[in-house]
């Protein structure tokens, strides 16, 4: 069983950055495939960005709107997932989630995680 609990959302004028943060509780953190996801009103949730390890290196990816602005890392000391956000525009305001998932495995769909954070509001301004 893993516990996720995020936090670092808030209020930010466009152009700003947050960084978000992901504290896991359970065992063999270090092995999960951690993902972030967000849900903006009236919209489905979607995906974000992943990590995950195959052997001993890391690797990530980001959905198309957010790539080259945010960046997924990880502490494995700290069990905790981090989510660096630059360059915030206001279609970026969102619920954000993080997540945990079976590990090595690369995966961009909700249905592929077992565990759920219970979000963190970002707004940003325009």
């Known amino acids: 069983q893993v516990q996720l609990v995020e936090s670092g959302g808030g209020l930010v004028q466009a152009g700003g950055s947050l960084r978000l943060s992901c504290a896991a509780s359970?065992?063999?953190?270090?092995?999960?495939?951690m993902g972030w996801f967000r849900q903006a009103p009236g919209k489905e949730r979607e995906f974000v960005a992943v990590?995950?390890?195959?052997?001993?290196?890391?690797?990530?990816e980001y959905a198309d709107s957010v790539k080259g602005r945010f960046t997924i890392s990880r502490d494995n000391a700290k069990n905790t997932v981090y989510l660096q956000m630059n360059n915030l525009e206001a279609e970026d305001t969102a619920v954000y989630y993080c997540?945990?998932?079976?590990?090595?495995?690369?995966?961009?769909?909700?249905?592929?995680?077992?565990?759920w954070g219970q979000g963190t509001q970002v707004t940003v301004s325009s």
């Open positions: 359970g065992r063999s953190f270090s092995s999960y495939t």
């Open positions: 990590g995950w390890m195959t052997g001993h290196a890391y690797y990530a």
């Open positions: 997540a945990a998932g079976h590990p090595g495995s690369r995966t961009v769909v909700t249905g592929g995680y077992d565990y």
